[in-house]
């Protein structure tokens, strides 16, 4: 026979065993971990098969009991029920923030107790970059500096540039963390040199984070760059004859504006004019006006010079134009003229063709009659035969 404290032994051993067992045959709870963005609202759900009558129990990280059952055990409006059953718990969680990240805990209290982890995360939303750097109007083929910021992301943002359509290359971005301990400011600066091209051009630098779900935080900064002037002279007419006015317009294009204009005629360096337009105006315009005139345009960037030639002698082109119309109206009526001329003399020869002389000849007789009555009597009698009277068709 066993001593008693033995048999003890070897009752509590047995009994742990068949505890043991029995945990290994119960279903674990099951649970998901979830991803939400900062404001928004996240949904746990815990199942088990096997509740063995008994509740399951919902936990935030903090070891804080949110939900027993149907029973609410936190009081945080944010936390409400979905759904309480025997084999299932479901709660949700709105206006999330940072500090609900980690893992909550499922529990259902059986011997042992059963849980299930779910780690929820938390992702922070990046602010609207911010582009710095960027001041005064940058001078052609001067370097364009510029910085761009987003603080607030979960985790560090991306930011991308772009200039007009075309992508840029940024240095490599630097990354801080923000004072919560929780969420990152990123920050990214970029370089080129500008051209007059680049004039009004927008650069854009853009948020790419998970949080946005597909959407796209930017901003632009507009490019002012400082280029010297190019210029042309239009002439208004185009083409100008003697007597009407005229009008040199210097046509021009910089940043900034040209507000300075000068002009001269090649061979003075006389001004034309005094005050600085760039509209030369000739109320009538003459032959000697001829000449080569420049049209000086100036702004802080320089000066640029554009030449015309300007000759009243010349036909213009509408002149020449109207010249070679007149001329072939009047080639085409020489034209009709000579087929009606021509037409007039082969009528006049057709008519001279066809007017016709009639020859009579009388039968014999009536001329050799010794008076009228006989002549008449002798050219009845010829007539009697058809062969003594005959005309020609001359």
Known sequence: MLPPALSLLLLLGCLAAGSGTLAQDESQPTTADE??????????????????????????????????????????????????????????????????????????????????????????????????????????????????RSSGSKPAAQLRWKKGNKELQGEAPEVMEDANGKTFTVTSRIAFPVTKEDNDVEVTCTVVHESLQNLERSTSQKLQVYFKPTAVIQPIPTYAQEG???????????NPIPQEFLWTKEGSDLPLQMNPSRILTFQFVNKSDSGTYICRATNTMGSVIAKYNLDINDASPMSSTSGTYHALIGGVVAVIVFLLLSLLIVLAHYLIRHKGTYLTHEAKGSDDAPDADTAIINAEGGQASGDDKKEYFI
Do not use: H
Not at 100 to 106: K, L, P, S
Not at 245 to 250: I, K, P, S, V
């Open 244 to 254: 009407q006015e005229l009008q040199l317009q210097c046509e021009v294009q910089g």
């Open 35 to 148: 991803t939400v963005v900062a404001g928004g609202t996240v949904v746990l759900k815990c199942k088990v098969e096997d509740p063995d009558d008994s509740s399951l129990q919902w936990s935030n990280p903090a070891q804080q009991t949110l939900y027993f059952g149907e029973k609410r055990a936190l009081r945080d409006n944010r936390i409400q029920l979905v759904k309480s059953t025997p084999n299932e718990l479901t709660i949700n969680i709105s206006n999330v923030v940072l500090a609900d990240e980690g893992e909550y805990t499922c529990s259902i209290f059986t011997m042992p107790v059963r849980t299930a982890k779910a780690l929820v995360t938390v992702l922070g939303i990046p602010q609207n970059p911010q582009i710095s750097g960027y001041n005064l109007p940058i001078r052609e083929t001067d370097m364009a500096r510029l910085t761009c």
